[in-house]
């Protein structure tokens, strides 16, 4: 089992990066596929996910409106788009998988705890400057 997040980089205020994640070793389309992120000293942060077949997704209000996570089962790839990056978007980014293929995320959800998801692949930087 594998995932591997990459795409990460330095971007100015305002710019756009595309995360990758790239799994195998595992049938990823039973799979919901989550991306947190964990800047220094803070905790992991969970911004998104997106349900086994991509119908439904979840966004963290920080990121709501900016950020666009979707997949192709295909090419076993799920990405996360980022626009109008802000600097307090810097951070690790990961992605993990949840074999619960959807857990009900609504607007009325605060927190995507990392205890739903298990299996995860190593960081990506994304470092944003003013």
């Known amino acids: 089992v594998q995932l591997q997040a990459s795409g990460g980089g330095l971007a100015q205020a305002g710019g756009s990066l595309r995360l990758r994640c790239a799994a195998s070793?595992?049938?990823?389309?039973?799979?919901?596929i989550g991306w947190f992120r964990q800047a220094p000293g803070k905790e992991r942060e969970g911004i998104s996910v997106?349900?086994?077949?991509?119908?439904?997704?979840w966004y963290t209000d920080s990121v709501k409106d900016r950020f666009t996570i979707s997949r192709d089962n295909a090419q076993n790839m799920v990405y996360l788009q980022m626009n109008s990056l802000k600097p307090e978007d810097t951070a690790v980014y990961y992605c993990?998988?949840?074999?619960?293929?959807?857990?009900?995320?609504?607007?009325?959800?605060?927190?995507?705890?990392?205890?739903?998801?298990?299996?995860w692949g190593q960081g990506t930087q994304v470092t944003v400057s003013s």
């Open positions: 997106i349900s086994s077949t991509g119908v439904a997704t």
């Open positions: 993990a998988a949840d074999s619960i293929n959807w857990r009900g995320y609504s607007f009325s959800t605060r927190v995507l705890p990392p205890s739903h998801f298990d299996f």
């Open positions: 070793g595992f049938d990823v389309d039973r799979y919901a």
